[in-house]
């Protein structure tokens, strides 16, 4: 899933060359609403569903302190909560929370839990059916894709099979025999969904267990790709299809101190190219966007790189920050690139085109939830505090 890298800059590098940027003006918060009664939450990823006046914002939530995951409708012009429905309890954890996922399909929204998933009507938050399995430890991440609903619990060694249901229904329709440790991705143009996969190697070989598959709607294997630049599922290979649906990106660390990104066709899986980068051990993070690709990446304990990378693997721009902080969410939205920093408690935008620096926000707690961006540019996240946000982003 999407990583975190903390962003403390005051200094930046545009186009490789650094200068330095004076402080940022903030944008216009239109509305805030507190979601989450005991001001202790996670958020997931929102989705705006309609246009104009009718539109509504619709994201997952976790209260950290009665342990309850909610599905929250907001009206996306006010705030006010249309309806807000808990979809499953939380076991008590060390520290950390895992939040679902929540897709959209036709008239219903898709919530990801521990227990698997809840079909929401997204007019009236009436449940329309469960798909309930054995609790896991971590909630399940769905995907829709041409009237069918896609899951898996993702976590390494320890994820599930991919599962099929009729997203009308909730029918189960098949599930792999390989274990699928990443989102599902729908690659629109090869008509296949792709996924990093694992299947516990044999004894005293040399085999990872690693692969990229992609699978046809039906469960078929479209095909199969074993030899990837990477060490292992511990060192959490993942992957990122752009928005045209053409290429499938893949990121990983296949030496202690290197980062790549791998492009595969996304026909064939052919391996079309790597990009390197040397860096420290760190996390980070990746958002594919249109036929672009961003990234954050270390270069050394102190300096991190935002950049964007074409699908023909020219590097369209890099802006260097200082930081020793490794987590922050990056989005890629409209003109923008957010990211999301809980440490500074602060919201940076970049120009997407160039890599410039375009604005600040200050919030009490930025949060795990990435978010959306939604019509008339408006920027939709929830905050630690279980406050939930619209910003204008305009430039």
Not at 70 to 86: E, R, S
Not at 238 to 267: C, F, H, W
Request: hydrophobic letters at 45%.
């Amino acid at each position: 899933g999407r990583r975190m890298l903390s962003l403390l800059a005051a200094v930046f590098a545009l186009a490789c060359a650094p200068a330095h940027v004076a402080a940022l003006r903030a944008p216009s918060t239109l509305w805030s609403t507190q979601a989450v009664p005991s001001k202790n939450a996670t958020f997931g990823t929102p989705l705006v569903h309609g246009t104009g006046n009718t539109s509504v914002v619709l994201a997952v939530s976790v209260d950290v302190t009665q342990g309850i995951s909610y599905v929250t409708c907001f009206a996306a012009t006010t705030g006010a909560i249309v309806w807000q429905v808990p979809t499953s309890p939380i076991p008590p954890s060390s520290g950390w929370v895992a939040v679902g996922e929540t897709v959209m399909g036709t008239t219903l929204v898709f919530a990801g839990s521990i227990r698997g998933i809840t079909a929401l009507d997204i007019a009236t938050g009436l449940i329309a059916w469960e798909f309930h399995v054995t609790p896991q430890e971590v909630p399940a991440h769905p995907t829709f894709y041409n009237g069918v609903l896609y899951f898996t619990f993702e976590n390494g060694p320890d994820s599930s099979p991919l599962f099929a249901l009729n997203a009308s229904t909730g029918e189960h329709l098949f599930q792999t025999p390989d274990l699928a440790f990443s989102l599902i991705w729908p690659v629109p143009q090869a008509n296949v969904l792709a996924y990093m996969s694992y299947q516990p190697p044999q004894p005293n070989t040399t085999n990872t267990g690693v692969a990229v598959v992609a699978r046809m709607p039906n469960g078929t294997v479209a095909w199969n790709v074993s030899n990837l630049p990477t060490t292992g599922l511990n060192n959490n290979p993942n992957l990122d299809v752009d928005s045209i649906g053409s290429a499938v990106y893949m990121y990983s660390k296949p030496a202690e101190d290197q980062r790549y990104i791998t492009l595969l066709a996304s026909a064939t899986g052919q391996q079309q190219w790597n990009l390197s980068t040397t860096g420290p051990v760190a996390d980070y993070d990746t958002y594919a966007w249109a036929t672009h690709f961003f990234r954050l990446v270390s270069l050394n304990d102190t300096t991190f790189m935002l950049q964007a990378v074409a699908a023909n693997r020219s590097v369209l721009w890099t802006t260097l920050f200082a930081s020793t902080d490794m987590n922050a969410i990056l989005l890629v939205a409209g003109g923008g690139v957010f990211a999301f920093c809980p440490d500074s408690n602060e919201v940076l935008a970049f120009q997407a085109s160039t890599g410039a620096p375009l604005w600040q926000l200050t919030v009490p707690q930025p949060n795990d939830g990435m978010a959306s961006e939604g019509p008339d540019s408006v920027l939709f996240f929830g905050d630690g505090t279980g406050m939930f946000h619209a910003v204008a982003v305009s430039a």
